[in-house]
């Protein structure tokens, strides 16, 4: 809010059921002793002309006798889109819209909600660990790290953003991972395991801390029905989703969760999972961390020879989608920095 050139009140929407970042605003003007009539307003997006779970902004914005609205980006939603605005001017509030890049740079304020808006599906940004000779596992390694321990404090800090995270059963049962944001009141996402088979150990420490936040697992409709209920029993939520490929099961899945009102999706799962997420057209962003080591034991096929990886083999030509090598999609933006001792590349392929 700014009136005269001084800025008289700030806010924001700090969380879902929270007051709107224009009334809180209005609140903070108001605490600072400053009378928003007059004033004009910098929104980054449009204010909402309908009753969720807060009273519309519009309201309060002509209540408040506010002269100016400065709007960055639009609502793409099907309730708001161009409501606002309109209901602004016809109370003689004059209405200004953005464009170019400050518009750009506000509608990357809000992918999340934007994608949400636009496609009920919630927004998926992969990150992955990679070596220099392009591994993404350590094996039997004695450290199960790829990547060094400034790039994992940064993991811990966007743990905190998404609504959900999501890993394969693979690393599930590797490394027994927690998937909590460790950082001091950090919001917890809903924690989310790809496994098809219902495989999820009762005992995993996943299951060992449904009291820091639930757990949600991901089978095929031809999942073991006891393992599915033991892990029900345990507390998990079970989500069957339906589909040929791998890929499609994917697709499903993240049908069901935007359907939930998840936003967001950080992906942390290994490659047979990102691979899954890629085939089916559902990444947003990538974050990559490439860190300076080499690890052994590459991972051989097994021979036709054993019987055992035979069947692997089978199991994973049914469960994955064969590989398109003829699609090859350049990021619409990348940027590269250094973490600690690692290179982190960032790229996005769809903004909404
Ligand atoms: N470098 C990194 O950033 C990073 C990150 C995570 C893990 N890792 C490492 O990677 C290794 C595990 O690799 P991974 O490839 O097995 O991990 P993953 O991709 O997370 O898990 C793969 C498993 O997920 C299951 N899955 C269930 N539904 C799926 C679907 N729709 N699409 C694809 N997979 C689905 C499959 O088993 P079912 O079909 O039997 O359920 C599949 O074998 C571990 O050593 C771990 O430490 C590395």
Known sequence: MVRDGEVIGEGFHAELGGLHAERAALEDCRRRGEDPAGATM?????????????PPCTEAILEAGIARVVIASEDPSEKAAGRGPGMLRDGGVEVELAAGAEAGAARLLNQPFRKHARTGLPLVTLKLAISLNGRTSTGSADSPWISGEASRSLVHRWRAEPDAI????????????????????????????????ARLPLDSQLLATLDQSPVLVVVAPDADSSRATALRDAGAEVLVASGATAADRVSTALADLGRRGITSLFLEGGRTLASAFTTSGNLDETRIFIAPVLLGEPELAPRPSDPEGESENEDLARRTSPPDHSERRVALHSSTETVGEDILITSRFREW
Not at 42 to 54: F, I, K
């Open 166 to 197: 999501a890993i394969g059963i693979g690393p599930a049962l590797a490394d027994d991972p927690l998937l909590t944001a460790r950082l001091p009141n950090a919001r917890q996402p809903l924690r989310i395991v790809f496994d098809s088979d």
């Open 42 to 54: 910098y929104v980054s997006l449009e204010p909402c002309a309908h009753q969720g779970r807060q």
